[in-house]
């Protein structure tokens, strides 16, 4: 009898680990905020982007943007063309999807101060490599330096939520069954 609980012990503790080493690399894999300044070109793909938009604040007054504006040929005296609404300014996500096709110079706008016309960016959509765009090789002589390593971004693993979640309610179901 004995025996049979330390395995039912050692069974939980083993699945709880798995349930961890699904989760932590999927959290660790959480890009990171781009810190976005005014007059910046920023350029938005299919994938998420995650702007701090805190630098375009009123720097008297730190109300927070609650707005981007486009107007019609980037002048803020002319129609607006498109408002895209901040809930958050140190969390904005965007993505091609936000901007409808209007890219282009962005203005902020708080609600407290109104317009920030020194505070402008950028928004430009991300060069997609096609399959009919050849590759150029350049030969370049050896030099003394070491040659530069590129690194590639991590991608993430499918539904690695799902999985977590699903081991540890195995594990409950587990626990349950013993009792």
Excluded: W
């Excluded at 989760?23 to 890009?31: D, L």
């Excluded at 609650?66 to 904005?92: A, F, M, Q, S």
């Excluded at 002589?141 to 979640?165: H, R, V």
């Amino acid at each position: 009898m004995v025996y049979e609980k330390t395995t039912s012990r050692h069974l939980l503790v083993v699945l709880a680990v798995l349930a961890l080493a699904l989760v932590v690399p999927a959290a660790a894999q959480e890009t990171g905020k781009l810190v976005v300044q005014p007059g910046e070109t920023i350029e938005v793909g299919a994938e998420p982007i995650i702007l701090d938009l805190i630098n375009l604040r009123n720097q008297d007054t730190l109300n927070p943007i609650t707005e981007l504006r486009k107007y019609r040929g980037d002048d803020p005296r002319k129609e607006i063309t498109l408002v895209l609404g901040v809930p958050n300014d140190d969390y904005y996500k965007i993505n091609i999807h936000t901007f409808k096709g209007k890219y282009g110079r962005y203005f902020a706008y708080s609600q407290k101060d109104g317009l920030i016309e020194r505070s402008s960016i950028v928004f430009v959509q991300a060069a997609t490599p096609t399959a009919t765009e050849t590759v150029v090789t350049v030969t370049e002589t050896p030099t003394e330096a070491p040659p530069a390593t590129t690194t590639t971004t991590p991608t993430q693993a499918p539904l690695p939520g799902l999985i977590a979640i699903a081991a540890l309610g195995i594990c409950g179901l587990f626990a349950a069954q013993k009792r």
